[in-house]
């Protein structure tokens, strides 16, 4: 079955304590992208990636990095996370010259 | 600026009856739009995309979409909601050819009355 798959789906961690959320794809997209949803404020894209090697910042990327060794996994890494960076995380990819993208089910984070 | 507007952030409709979306972008170029939905739990889910031709596009779950270029709109429509429905709905504005670029509204909350 063709997915997105993020892990995990449930994080609480404290401040300061480094984590990484996966997202591995199994369509061969080239396209891969975070975004964070917040309430009121839609989705709003963090990094992305449009492929092996190659990422850029999104309009929200303060606080966390990405890599993008492999073509299907995209890990997002908040290397000191704060409160504001609780959230709901989601993983999304899309095919080259494409603008559909396909989601994961998301990553409740909580940072206390 | 590019943005998407969905001025409407909680939406009640009673079983059966007709649905309207509101949305409304602000885009430089060629605007290509999408509706996303996102049950509870799940991630979003596309229900129809809009690139160019017939301005009405037909999408799953028996929902539909016009393009009104004059008024800047892509609103959703469907005839009769399902309690299934009851999820949150995304407009989305990009470039055809690249997601990187895409803008997501906040999002309108649809809650169905038995």
């Known amino acids: 079955e063709a997915q997105v798959t993020q892990n995990p789906r449930y994080l609480i961690t404290v401040t300061g304590k480094k984590l990484t959320v996966t997202c591995s794809q199994n369509?061969?997209?080239?396209?891969m992208s975070w975004y964070r949803q917040d309430p009121g404020l839609g989705l709003r894209q963090i990094y992305y990636?449009?492929?092996?090697?190659?990422?850029d910042k999104g309009d929200v990327p303060e606080g966390y990095k990405v890599s993008r060794k492999e073509k299907r996994n995209f890990p997002l890494i908040l290397e000191s996370p704060s409160p504001n960076q609780t959230s709901l995380y989601f993983c999304?990819?899309?095919?080259?010259?494409?603008?559909?993208?396909?989601f994961g089910n998301g990553t409740r984070l909580t940072v206390t | 600026a590019q943005s998407v507007t969905q001025p409407d952030i909680h939406i009640t409709v009673s079983e059966g009856a007709s649905l309207e979306l509101r949305c409304n972008y602000s885009?430089?170029?060629?605007?290509?739009l999408f509706w996303y939905v996102q049950s509870p739990g799940q991630g979003l889910q596309l229900l129809l995309k809009?690139?160019?031709?017939?301005?009405l596009v037909q999408g799953i779950k028996g929902f539909e979409a016009e393009f009104k270029r004059s008024q800047s709109s892509f609103n959703l429509r469907k005839p009769s909601v399902h309690w299934s429905d009851a999820a949150e709905y995304f407009c989305?504005?990009?470039?055809?050819?690249?997601?990187?670029?895409?803008?997501f509204g906040s999002g309108t909350r649809l809650s169905i009355r038995p």
């Open positions: 999304a990819s899309s095919p080259r010259d494409s603008s559909s993208l396909h």
């Open positions: 369509m061969n997209h080239e396209y």
């Open positions: 990636s449009m492929n092996v090697e190659v990422t």
């Open positions: 885009y430089g170029a060629t605007p290509y």
């Open positions: 809009y690139f160019s031709g017939d301005t």
């Open positions: 989305a504005v990009g470039a055809w050819s690249s997601a990187s670029k895409i803008i």
